[in-house]
């Protein structure tokens, strides 16, 4: 049988039982509207999430060394961490690790406040190198940058991220103007590009800077580092310098085996792919269950198409007698299984990237096509339709043509 000949068939067959076309179709639509639907979301939000991931950490080409075992938790602050980082540790990388190409120190507290005349607001408060900005990608919008001079200096200057001067500074320009840190007074001399909210929605904004050296000896009256932020000659091979960096620490910290490492390294190109494989198990639990679903709408098809064959089978017993085979039978009844089924996954298909598209633009995420995704289930409701139809199709072409034209 032509195929064109059997896909008239099929059509015939479907307008001459619209609703037992529309419950086979019915299953199969719903599943794969799940999947695609699913597919487009779940990829939405794995782009968002990497997006908010790399606005938050700048670059994938630092290490951060932290105080502390690598079973510690949360983020560092002077008021939680361990005194074991040293400015000196910072150098000794800086100058005795190959592959490194700078180094930034960092002291940072949370939740201080700062204030300028009758105003105040809460703030996250990093004394940092005058790299480190640089390192992880914070760009001026107005005033200057913080410079290798305000370190050497101890200079009481502060570079203030959008949030900061919308709290402080709502109506005038905040160059020149003194604001106070825990009572010591800085000013300011730099305004922040925005960079939008982290990972967990929270604004990246509420943010201050101030030289480390400022932090150290003006502020936070410590001689230790919260964090020791790496940048790489060669990002896509970390460890070699990993391990140097650990030999390096060990070994100005007096471990010796047994011993746990005072300090812990991480790698942001690591935590991004742990998050991204956290959002590819979910994305392939939530296919999975949407194929699940595609099946069961299979096993409608086979059923409905059951009963089919058994009202169907004077048409079978005439059509045997008109001279067709058992495989133009067969040919018959899996191209109509196959048509409803192809039919049901394009409307689902249609239904779940419309679905999909809509709900990400409602969530505020990237609108995306999964085109993989809608290959998968348009390959898959034709699969559903010859699998499920194979049986239907075996009955019908083993039918005994003289007991059909009784019947």
Avoid: C
Avoid at 27 to 51: F, H, K, P, W, Y
Avoid at 283 to 303: C, D, E, F, P, Y
């Amino acid at each position: 049988m032509k195929l064109s000949a059997g896909l008239a068939l099929a059509n015939r067959s479907m307008l001459r039982n619209p609703l037992r076309a529309f419950f086979m179709m019915l299953g199969v639509t719903i599943g794969i509207a799940s999947l695609t639907a699913m597919s487009t979301m779940g990829e939405a939000t794995r782009q968002e999430t990497m997006r908010q991931f790399k606005n938050m950490v700048g670059n994938y080409d630092v290490l951060n060394i932290e105080p502390g075992a690598s079973s510690t938790r949360g983020m560092p602050s002077l008021t939680t961490v361990e005194p074991s980082l040293k400015f000196e540790d910072a150098l000794a990388i800086k100058a005795e690790v190959n592959g490194v190409r700078q180094v930034a120190q960092v002291q940072n507290a949370f939740d201080l406040d700062v204030k300028y005349r009758d105003r105040s607001t809460s703030t996250a408060l990093y004394g940092i190198s005058a790299n480190w900005l640089e390192m992880h990608s914070y760009f001026i919008d107005f005033g200057s940058i913080l410079t290798d001079e305000d370190i050497a200096s101890v200079a009481r200057v502060a570079v203030i991220g959008p949030d900061i001067q919308a709290a402080l500074f709502p109506d005038e320009d905040p160059l020149g103007k003194q604001i106070r840190i825990g009572n010591v007074p800085f000013q300011v001399k730099g305004v922040l590009v925005t960079r939008g909210a982290g990972p967990g929605g929270s604004s990246l904004d509420g943010i201050v800077f101030i030289p480390v050296s400022t932090a150290s000896k003006r502020l936070f009256n410590r001689d230790y580092l919260t964090t020791i932020t790496v940048e790489l000659n060669d990002p896509l091979q970390p460890q070699p310098v990993i391990d140097a960096i650990t030999g390096v620490l060990r070994e100005r910290h007096g471990i010796v085996p047994p011993g746990e490492d005072d300090f812990s390294i991480d790698s942001p190109q690591a935590i991004a792919e742990e998050v991204a494989a956290v959002d590819s198990t979910l994305s392939r639990v939530l296919t999975g269950v949407s194929i699940i679903a595609t099946i069961i709408g299979g096993t409608v098809i086979m059923s409905l198409m059951l009963i089919a064959v058994s009202e169907r089978r004077s048409e079978i017993g005439v059509r045997r007698a008109m001279g067709a085979t058992r495989q133009d039978i067969m040919q018959q009844f899996l191209i109509e299984a196959a048509a409803v089924s192809l039919l049901g996954g394009l409307i689902g298909t249609a239904l779940g990237v419309a679905g999909g598209l809509a709900s990400a633009l409602q969530q505020g995420l990237p609108p995306v096509l999964v085109w993989n995704a809608i290959a998968l289930a348009v390959l898959l409701s034709i699969g559903v339709g010859l699998i499920f139809g194979m049986q239907p199709a075996w009955k019908a072409a083993n039918t005994d043509p003289i007991d059909a034209l009784r019947s």
